[in-house]
């Protein structure tokens, strides 16, 4: 819907990979409407594990343009997606970090990590800021509450908590600065006074909040 309601304001420039692309176009009919944008929508393809630029440097050799990286994170496509269409596409497209990098410092942004595979951490660790899925605490947390009958693995979220869970997983010390978003309001990090919010402060991890801002 936000694609939907910003199309209404100024022209859009949508960066994604092809697979996301063909399933906004191909089998969402809500999604026609961005056909009929005037001026018309412009689409770039974000290739995977390579730098494009989004602001090209300001003369040959100079490192200071913005630039970006897709990191597939091996999560799975929608459950709306036709087993069709999803049997043609690679499953690499269907979940994406994306690391930005601006002269010597590199920002990694990723808010639905399946946990699968190591490419992920490595680029966590490369980074000077990493804002990194925090959805939930635990992987029955949606069954605890009766709120689903999914585990948060099975919706694509590597708890906090549990074996290999993200608090579990070894990030080089030092470097990153490690922060958990797209919080879940079942996940009790965010009581201040919990001893699951204890556990992730002293496991070096910061809790994003709304208006936070960050200094590279």
């Not at 063909?22 to 412009?42: D, H």
């Not at 994170?73 to 979940?95: Q, W």
């Not at 490595?122 to 585990?151: M, N, P, Q």
């Not at 694509?156 to 074996?163: A, F, I, Q, R």
């Amino acid at each position: 819907m936000g694609l939907l309601h910003l199309r209404e304001f100024q022209p859009l420039h949508i960066y994604s990979t092809h697979a996301v692309r063909r399933i906004l176009t191909e089998e969402n009919s809500l999604f026609r409407v961005l056909a009929r944008s005037n001026p018309p929508v412009k689409w770039e393809t974000l290739p995977l594990d390579r730098l494009i630029p989004l602001l090209p440097p300001t003369s040959l050799g100079a490192k200071d343009g913005l630039f970006c990286k897709a990191v597939p994170l091996l999560g799975g496509f929608p459950d709306y997606v036709s087993d069709s269409l999803r049997g043609s596409m690679p499953p690499e497209e269907a979940v994406i970090g994306v690391q930005f990098v601006h002269k010597e410092k590199r920002f990694f942004y990723a808010p639905g990590v399946a946990g699968e595979g190591e490419e992920w951490q490595r680029i966590v660790d490369e980074s000077d800021l990493a804002l990194l899925d925090g959805t939930f605490w635990k992987d029955d947390e949606l069954i605890s509450a009766k709120r689903s009958r999914r585990t948060a693995r099975e919706m694509g979220h590597l708890p906090l908590w549990g074996e290999r869970g993200m608090l579990k997983r070894s990030f080089r010390l030092g470097k990153t600065k490690r922060v958990l978003t797209h919080i879940n309001n079942t996940n009790p990090i965010l009581n201040e006074e919990s001893s699951e919010h204890r556990a992730v402060r002293d496991a070096g991890w910061e809790i994003a909040y709304d208006g936070m801002e960050f200094n590279l």
